[in-house]
């Protein structure tokens, strides 16, 4: 059975950092991904990488500052924030799907998804 476990969230001060971790179980070789959902918002594309880590992509919110990996051997996807804002407070997700992740794949259309991991962050 397909499973995505997340790890990672906390309290962190404006400026500050955090990494994120997404354990995969049940499925190898799909492309991954972070979304994030702020109270009274959608879910959001925040970053991705392709099923071998050839290609990233990254929300232009979040270019710069956050960078995703991924360790193909442990199955496992990190996604590594610094200069966090205030306005990056959400609940971080972690996703799997069979094709390539982008700024322009809809939330409803991934795969798998983890059950979220909270990042707050305070000013």
């Known amino acids: 059975q397909a499973q995505l476990r997340e790890s990672g969230g906390g309290l962190v001060q404006a400026g500050g950092s955090l990494r994120l971790s997404c354990a995969a179980s049940g499925f190898t070789s799909y492309a991954r991904g972070w979304f994030r959902q702020a109270p009274g918002k959608e879910r959001e594309f925040v970053a991705a990488i392709s099923e071998h880590g050839a290609r990233t992509y990254y929300s232009n919110s979040v270019k710069g500052r956050f960078t995703i990996s991924r360790n193909v051997v442990e199955n496992t996807v990190y996604l590594q924030m610094g200069s966090l804002k205030p306005e990056d407070t959400a609940v971080y997700y972690c996703?799997?799907?069979?094709?390539?992740?982008?700024?322009?794949?809809?939330?409803?259309?991934?795969?798998?998804w983890g059950q979220g991991t909270q990042v707050t962050v305070s000013s």
């Open positions: 996703a799997a799907h069979p094709d390539d992740i982008d700024t322009n794949t809809p939330y409803y259309s991934i795969y798998y």
